[in-house]
């Protein structure tokens, strides 16, 4: 005979077990003897306080006899603290991952000398659209073609992240945008002068800037005129503005649109900038909003016209007629320029044109040749 946990004997609390489910007319799960036809009745708790040794004391129904709730067995084992090691190296693992990952989206450059760190983080965390990119700090004879072809980039995309007009370039010093894409902005369209709100555009003969000085307009009558070349540019006889000066690029067009808008010619800084042809000054001044510097636009009459930019100092005046050959200016490298040269344009009814139709060669543009 064994004991329980409860105080019985086994044999005492299988005799008091049968003897309460006798009473009850239920299944016991010991006598086979028990009737099955009856309905088994739940063991429902009983709060009476009765004398466990006297069974004749028992409920009539089934008893449930409250425990201490103390296991018999082994202690609980409890939970294992976490050590405060291991919970700093997970909180390092999480930072490092969400930093990686904040680089990854927008790689930061480490040539903007106009950019702090914090302004470049910020920017790299936008989680928009906005095209991954680093940034360059433009030096000495740096051209937007050059910089895209060595980063293996779309010029457009400089054009687009940067904000750029047609014809805009890199000035020294200053950190431009470039796109991480290689395809970023392919198809892109540099903004066009004539989109940007021009409101004297082919009102003014003398505007406040070159491109709103519109060459055609009110035309005096004992206007210095250039010959009249009809279709045949090089009837206009333009001569070299830069003389003794290397030819280093030309009109550019990019899929639909125009990058480069006129020709640049390089001669020491300083060098004479030359009237191409007889006319009259409409425009001599600084140009800041569209990156020309001191520059200054000739109206030659009978539909053309010719700007010339990037000058240390101008030698004309607005409203004033210059003969051909004659000095308006020296060569610097003013305005949106990363070295000494002149950004030469040749335009039609005000819009350029590539100049160099209306010349023989690239030796005719860059040297002086008798017209």
């Not at 190296?89 to 991952?97: D, E, F, P, T, V």
């Not at 320029?337 to 543009?365: A, C, Q, R």
Request: net charge negative; with cysteine; proline share 6%.
């Amino acid at each position: 005979m064994g004991w329980t946990s409860d105080g019985f004997s086994g044999d005492d609390q299988r005799s008091w077990y049968d003897h309460a489910a006798d009473e009850a007319g239920a299944y016991d799960g010991w006598d086979d003897n028990v009737p099955t036809d009856d309905p088994i009745r739940a063991m429902v708790a009983h709060n009476d306080v009765w004398d466990v040794s006297d069974t004749s004391e028992a409920p009539s129904e089934t008893l449930i006899v409250p425990g201490s709730g103390i296991s018999m067995g082994e202690p609980f084992i409890q939970r294992r603290e976490r050590p405060m090691a291991m919970r700093i190296g997970l909180l390092a693992l999480i930072a490092c991952i969400l930093t990686t990952g904040i680089f990854a989206i927008s790689p930061l450059g480490t040539g903007a000398t106009s950019s702090s760190s914090f302004q470049a983080l910020a920017g790299s965390m936008v989680w928009s659209q906005q095209p991954g990119y680093f940034f360059y700090t433009a030096v000495a004879g740096d051209t937007i073609d050059g910089v895209a072809r060595h980063f293996h980039v779309q010029m457009g995309g400089i054009y687009e992240l940067n904000n750029f007009y047609i014809g805009e370039e890199f000035a020294v010093g200053t950190a431009y945008k470039i796109p991480t894409n290689p395809n970023y902005g392919k198809d892109y369209r540099p903004i066009d002068l004539t989109s940007v709100g021009a409101t004297n555009y082919g009102n003014k003969r003398f505007g406040p800037n070159w491109w709103d000085s519109i060459a055609g307009q009110d035309i005096p009558a004992n206007s210095r005129c250039a010959p009249d070349g009809g279709s045949n540019p090089l009837g206009f006889h333009l001569t070299s503005p830069n003389w003794n000066s290397a030819w280093i690029r030309g009109f550019i067009v990019y899929g639909t649109w125009v990058y480069h808008t006129g020709v640049d010619l390089a001669a020491p800084r300083g060098n004479p900038i030359h009237a191409a042809q007889d006319g009259q000054v409409i425009w001599a001044g600084y140009d800041a909003t569209n990156g020309l510097g001191w520059s200054v636009k000739i109206d030659h009459c009978n539909h053309v016209s010719t700007v010339y930019g990037h000058m240390d100092e101008l030698l004309v005046s607005v409203g004033q007629y210059v003969t051909q050959g004659q000095p308006i200016g020296l060569e610097g490298s003013s305005g949106s320029s990363t070295g000494p040269h002149l950004h030469f344009m040749v335009e039609w009814n005000n819009m350029w044109v590539d100049p160099m139709p209306f010349y023989v060669s690239k030796y005719t543009i860059s040297h002086y040749v008798a017209a």
